[in-house]
C-alpha cells in the first residue's frame, strides 16, 4: 500500500515536502517515481530512484527538487524548494509499480 501526504499552497520561492508512506515496509533496492499532472496536461515524471540506486531529475526539477528515505518509517519523500507557479500539479508517488493517491501542490502569490 502506498500513502500519500504532504503538500497544499505556498508561495514562489517557497519548500514543500511531499511523503510517500508505504506498507508494509521498503525492502532493499526499490524503485521509486514521482510524477506530477498540471490541470489539462498529461502526466510527466519529475524523478525517479532505481533499483541500483541511481537517482535521475528531469531538467526542471534539477537543483530544486530532491528524492530522499526513511526506512525506520517506511517513507520515501520529495523535497522540492524554490517552488514556482509553474510547479502547480497534482504529484504522484510510484513505489515498485504501486501507485499513491496524489497530492496536490500549488504555488501562487
Known amino acids: 500500500q502506498v500513502v500519500q501526504s504532504g503538500g497544499g499552497s505556498v508561495q514562489p520561492g517557497g519548500s514543500l515536502r511531499l511523503s510517500c508512506s508505504v506498507s508494509?515496509?521498503?525492502?532493499?533496492?526499490?524503485?521509486v517515481a514521482w510524477y506530477r499532472q498540471a490541470p489539462g496536461k498529461q502526466r510527466e515524471l519529475v524523478a525517479d530512484?532505481?533499483?541500483?540506486?541511481?537517482?535521475e531529475y528531469q531538467n526542471f526539477a534539477k537543483g530544486r527538487f530532491a528524492i530522499l528515505a526513511n526506512d525506520t518509517v517506511n517513507t520515501i519523500y520529495l523535497q522540492m524548494t524554490s517552488l514556482r507557479p509553474e510547479d502547480t500539479a497534482n504529484y504522484y508517488c510510484n513505489f515498485d509499480g504501486y501507485w499513491g493517491q496524489g497530492t496536490q501542490v500549488t504555488v501562487s502569490a
Open positions: 508494509p515496509h521498503i525492502l532493499p533496492n526499490y524503485a
Open positions: 530512484k532505481r533499483e541500483d540506486g541511481h537517482i
